[in-house]
T-cell receptor, first 115, second 115 residues
Framework: EAQVTQNPRYLITVTGKKLTVTCSQN?????MSWYRQDPGLGLRQIYY???????DKGDVPEGYKVSRKEKRNFPLILESPSPNQTSLYFC??????????????FGPGTRLTVL | EDKVVQSPLSLVVHEGDTVTLNCSYE??????LLWYKQEKKAPTFLFML????IEKKSGRLSSILDKKELFSILNITATQTGDSAVYLC???????????????FGQGTILTVHP
């Protein structure tokens, strides 16, 4: 089954404790992206990647890191989480080809709480 | 500053009504505009628009882009309770010297359809 998976789905952590949210897709997509969603603010892009070893900042990259060592994986790293990073996080992927966003597939989301 | 603004922020209608959702944008190096539907889970893709004046249609939903006036509308005819959701508009563009792939979302329109 074609899908984007994220782990964990729910996480409660404390300020300053490094964490990684994994994202994996099995569709051989070139493009992957991370978003956070907060009430009243819609979705905001954190980082995106057009292909392996190519990453770019979205609108809200501060406090986050990403890597794209393999095509299928795009982990989101919070080196020192803070309470303002409490949010719902989505990973997404799509083919690039002519346009990146036909059929952009989203993962199920990771709800992160930082105390 | 690049921005995407959706209106109205919320809308309550009765089944059978027709609704029009608006999305205006101010970005440099525009490439495409996308519409998503989000229920109590991850967003699902509806349309991608790149050319002015060409209507995209899927069942009771349709959308059109005006690149001169920098806006798009999403129409839903004969609404049903299953159309209740948050509708998100996003614009893809190239920021600075980076590749395409940067997405900025609007705040979303919450549509509630009563029986």
């Amino acid at each position: 089954e074609a899908q984007v998976t994220q782990n964990p789905r729910y996480l409660i952590t404390v300020t300053g404790k490094k964490l990684t949210v994994t994202c994996s897709q099995n569709m051989n997509h070139e493009y992957m992206s991370w978003y956070r969603q907060d009430p009243g603010l819609g979705l905001r892009q954190i980082y995106y990647s057009m292909n392996v070893e190519v990453t770019d900042k979205g609108d809200v990259p501060e406090g986050y890191k990403v890597s794209r060592k393999e095509k299928r994986n795009f982990p989101l790293i919070l080196e020192s989480p803070s309470p303002n990073q409490t949010s719902l996080y989505f990973c997404a992927s799509s083919q690039v080809r002519l346009a990146p966003y036909n059929e952009q597939f989203f993962g199920p989301g990771t709800r992160l709480t930082v105390l | 500053e690049d921005k995407v603004v959706q209106s109205p922020l919320s809308l309550v209608v009765h089944e059978g009504d027709t609704v029009t959702l608006n999305c205006s944008y101010e970005v440099t190096n525009f490439r495409s505009l996308l519409w998503y539907k989000q229920e109590k889970k991850a967003p699902t893709f509806l349309f991608m628009l790149t050319s002015s004046g060409i209507e995209k249609k899927s069942g009771r939903l349709s959308s059109i882009l005006d690149k001169k006036e920098l806006f798009s509308i999403l129409n839903i005819t004969a609404t049903q309770t299953g159309d209740s959701a948050v509708y998100l508009c996003a614009v893809e563009f190239r920021a600075g010297g980076t590749s395409y792939g940067k997405l900025t979302f609007g705040q979303g329109t919450i549509l509630t359809v009563h029986p």
